[in-house]
């Protein structure tokens, strides 16, 4: 179970969100290079980046602060990033800085062609950000509520050759309310490319039930506020779920 700390980037800053509301922003980092070294030398593995302006502004906008972390990380680890993603061009001049996975989130609900086209184009670095709640996916920073099932979606998504679906309850997120385990693993079980938790991981009883399920296809999940607020220590977690996993 891979233990993946996130840094969402607000005007250049590391910051956390409580369901996704900009204005429900706490800054923990002026230092996006700082934090991803803080996280490396924790003991991460991967790294998960969100460009919170981006996805609001539907393009780029921390481009300068993903650079940082991508020099700071060099090829020690592999880097993911999501938010402001729609079209082509960006993905390969974020994949030319040394990025190795590009999440697709509401472009690939609303435009099922680009993300086809982007699997085409960058296979095998692709990877499919749903976010949802009540089993129903959310587009535009989580705004918007589509009538789409995620299952329904993720299965055609699959078939388009994407790398691996993160699933976010987005009731959940920010929240430390805990992982909604039962529909990350309906998902997973649908599925026969991994699927990566996310959304209000809270603490060790959640790295338990979700090291439970790894073998139903559930295979990383995204750490948030809670490795910020000292609720869960990463270094500890990831040492339990490697423990759980052996």
């Known amino acids: 179970m891979l233990l993946i700390p996130a840094i969402d980037l607000k005007d250049g800053q590391c910051v956390r969100l409580k369901q996704g ?10 230092d996006p290079a700082a934090m991803a070294r803080r996280w490396l030398d924790a003991g ?15 393009k780029p906008v921390n481009e300068p602060a993903i650079k940082s972390i ?4 060099g090829d020690e680890i592999p ?17 030319d800085d040394g990025l190795s996975y590009v999440i697709i989130g509401t472009a690939a609900v609303k435009n099922p062609g680009f993300l086809k086209d982007a699997c085409s184009a960058f296979g095998g670095h692709i990877i499919v950000g749903l976010d949802a709640k009540d089993g129903k996916v959310a587009t535009d920073g989580w705004s918007k509520l589509t009538g789409h099932e995620v299952v329904d979606l993720a299965l055609k998504f699959q078939d388009y ?7 976010t309850d987005i009731g959940r997120d920010g929240m430390l309310t805990g992982i909604n385990v039962a529909a990350t693993v309906k998902l997973a079980r649908a599925l026969s490319i991994p699927v990566i938790a996310s959304g209000g991981l809270a603490g060790l009883e959640d790295i338990d039930q979700l090291c439970s399920v790894e073998s139903e296809g559930v295979t990383g999940v995204i750490c948030g506020r809670s490795i910020y607020t000292g609720a869960l220590d990463f270094t500890a977690a990831q040492r339990r779920a490697d423990a759980r996993g052996a």
């Open 161 to 167: 050759g994407v790398e691996a679906v993160i699933y």
């Open 44 to 58: 991460a593995r991967r790294l998960h980046l969100v460009d919170l302006n981006g996805a609001f502004a539907g």
């Open 79 to 95: 880097v993911q990033l999501g938010g402001g993603i729609r079209d082509l061009d960006t993905i390969e001049r974020y994949l």
């Open 21 to 30: 509301d900009m204005s429900a922003s706490t800054t923990f980092g002026e």
């Open 70 to 73: 991508l020099d700071e990380v």
